[in-house]
């Protein structure tokens, strides 16, 4: 099917646009999504075109994961779902840096406990969510793949990894999926990162595909903010952040020649991209749900990809 694709060397296919399920359960991140908006947007994704939830422990602690894990056992839905999930475990700032254990005990323990909140004996595609421990990361690799064996994971994955901290967790090829930063605003993975994965077969997941919205173009140079998630973000710091409003108003423009959001010309162009299998957009509304899914009607000619090229250039890579 036009809309189908398999995802690398895992063997897993699924519909082109997954969910990302950042929001649900995470009310500390975002304040209006209370359990109850969690679950009926849960029901519009399982509704839905979607074939693929991703999660993670640290959306909610745990809490994304538990309502996932409701809805699916209430519409008995596990076997037409991948779920992916990425583990952290005990998550600390020290010193104002996240630091996470990611020993063999911790992850094995980790895994466990999503296991129990996602009500299911196996996930689909298991990620370490953060580099950021004192345990090489070749051991983490070896403790994920001693459980693929076991059969509670059947794909390892990654995220947040440098090209070198890839190279280093891969030693024994056991990665098959890498979630990393890519966008119109964000293409510094083309560099080392892209071609490695190319090379190898590991399919590319991108997260922030939209720039942290900056993409779905409702900012303005005067804008404030102040969540940390943009606060810390170099993309939205000073002249770097008017230079990327200045791109994202010609973006804009392009957009309405297509009769299309800006945002779903992002995630269309993303479809497009060597290496990327499917996306994973969030949402927050089941209308932003319906809104994502019109990028895969949108076609992209040679022509509009330069001149998409020509908007972003010299992006943030």
Same mark, same amino acid.
């Given at each position: 099917?036009?809309? &189908?694709?398999?995802?690398?060397?895992?063997?897993?296919?699924?519909?082109?646009? /997954?969910? /990302?399920? /950042?929001?649900?359960?995470?009310?500390?991140?975002?304040?209006?999504?209370?359990?109850?908006?969690?679950?009926?947007? @849960?029901?519009?994704?399982?509704?839905? &075109?979607?074939?693929?939830?991703?999660?993670?422990?640290?959306?909610?602690?745990?809490?994304?994961?538990?309502?996932?894990?409701?809805?699916?056992?209430? %519409?008995?839905?596990?076997?037409?779902?991948?779920?992916?999930?990425?583990?952290?475990?005990?998550?600390?700032?020290?010193?104002?840096?996240?630091?996470?254990?990611?020993?063999? $005990?911790?992850? %094995?323990?980790?895994?466990?406990?999503?296991? $129990?909140?996602?009500?299911?004996?196996?996930?689909?595609?298991?990620?370490?969510?953060?580099?950021?421990?004192?345990?090489?990361?070749?051991?983490?690799?070896?403790?994920?793949?001693?459980?693929? $064996?076991? /059969?509670?994971?059947?794909?390892?994955?990654?995220?947040?990894?440098?090209? &070198?901290?890839?190279?280093?967790?891969?030693?024994?090829?056991?990665?098959?999926?890498?979630?990393?930063?890519?966008?119109?605003?964000?293409?510094?993975?083309?560099?080392?990162?892209?071609?490695?994965?190319?090379?190898?077969?590991?399919?590319?997941?991108?997260?922030?595909?939209?720039?942290?919205? @900056?993409?779905?173009?409702?900012?303005? $140079?005067? &804008?404030?903010?102040?969540?940390?998630? %943009?606060?810390?973000?170099?993309?939205?710091?000073?002249?770097?952040?008017?230079?990327?409003?200045?791109?994202?108003?010609?973006?804009?423009?392009?957009?309405?020649?297509?009769?299309?959001?800006?945002?779903?010309?992002?995630?269309?162009?993303?479809?497009?991209?060597?290496?990327?299998?499917?996306?994973?957009?969030?949402?927050?509304?089941?209308?932003?749900?319906?809104?994502?899914?019109?990028?895969?009607?949108?076609?992209?000619?040679?022509?509009?990809?330069?001149?998409?090229?020509?908007?972003?250039?010299?992006?943030?890579?």
């Amino acid at each position: 099917m036009r809309n &189908q694709a398999t995802i690398g060397k895992t063997g897993l296919t699924a519909f082109k646009m /997954g969910f /990302g399920a /950042g929001v649900v359960g995470n009310e500390m991140m975002y304040p209006k999504m209370d359990d109850e908006k969690s679950r009926q947007l @849960l029901e519009a994704v399982l509704d839905g &075109q979607f074939e693929m939830i991703d999660t993670a422990y640290i959306y909610g602690q745990g809490k994304s994961e538990e309502l996932i894990g409701e809805m699916i056992q209430k %519409r008995g839905a596990r076997d037409k779902l991948i779920l992916s999930t990425k583990v952290s475990p005990n998550p600390e700032f020290i010193d104002g840096k996240l630091q996470v254990d990611n020993s063999s $005990k911790a992850l %094995r323990l980790a895994v466990e406990d999503s296991l $129990k909140r996602l009500q299911t004996d196996y996930i689909d595609i298991l990620y370490l969510h953060f580099p950021y421990s004192s345990t090489p990361l070749a051991e983490s690799a070896a403790a994920l793949a001693d459980m693929k $064996k076991e /059969g509670k994971i059947k794909t390892i994955g990654a995220s947040n990894l440098d090209y &070198q901290q890839i190279q280093a967790f891969n030693q024994s090829d056991d990665l098959n999926v890498l979630q990393t930063e890519y966008s119109l605003l964000a293409r510094h993975a083309e560099k080392e990162i892209i071609p490695y994965c190319l090379e190898r077969d590991i399919s590319v997941i991108p997260f922030f595909p939209l720039a942290s919205g @900056l993409l779905a173009g409702k900012y303005r $140079k005067d &804008q404030v903010f102040t969540d940390t998630s %943009r606060m810390n973000n170099p993309m939205f710091q000073g002249k770097v952040y008017q230079d990327n409003v200045d791109r994202v108003e010609q973006f804009k423009l392009f957009a309405e020649k297509k009769n299309a959001q800006p945002a779903q010309i992002a995630l269309a162009w993303l479809l497009t991209r060597p290496g990327v299998d499917l996306i994973i957009p969030g949402a927050t509304s089941p209308d932003q749900l319906a809104s994502n899914l019109k990028a895969l009607d949108i076609h992209l000619t040679a022509a509009e990809h330069e001149e998409l090229n020509t908007i972003f250039e010299k992006p943030n890579r």
